[in-house]
C-alpha cells in the first residue's frame, strides 16, 4: 500500500515532538511506502532533512510558503514544488 502523509512545519525538517513520531510511525511499518507532501516556511530550507529517509518513503513533494508570497497574482498560479524520487 502506498500511503501519503502531509506534514506541516515538521518532518523531516525538525527534529522531536510531531517529527519523532511520524519517523517512527514510517520505519514501523517497512511493508508500505510513504509519500510525504510537506510544507515548509523558508524556501532555504528547502532539502535541508534533519531525518535520514527510510527506503520505504518513495517520494517527497516540498511546497514552501514563502515562495507563495512572492508570486503574482494571475488567473493559475503554480507553486513550485520539489519532487524527490528513490531510485
Avoid at 502531509?6 to 513520531?21: D, F, I, N
Avoid at 517512527?24 to 511493508?31: A, C, K, S, V
Avoid at 532539502?47 to 512572492?70: I, M, R, S, W
Wanted: hydrophobic fraction near 35%; include cysteine; charge should be negative.
Amino acid at each position: 500500500m502506498r500511503i501519503c502523509l502531509v506534514l506541516e512545519a515538521s518532518y523531516p525538517y525538525v527534529r522531536g515532538g510531531v517529527s519523532s513520531w511520524v519517523d517512527e510511525y514510517i520505519r514501523n511499518m517497512p511493508e508500505h511506502e510513504f509519500v510525504l507532501w510537506t510544507i515548509c516556511d523558508q524556501e532555504k530550507k528547502r532539502g535541508q532533512f534533519k531525518y535520514d529517509l527510510p527506503g520505504n518513503v518513495v517520494h517527497v513533494y516540498e511546497t514552501c510558503l514563502d515562495t507563495a508570497l512572492n508570486l503574482r497574482v494571475r488567473k493559475s498560479v503554480d507553486l513550485k514544488i520539489t519532487s524527490y524520487e528513490k531510485e
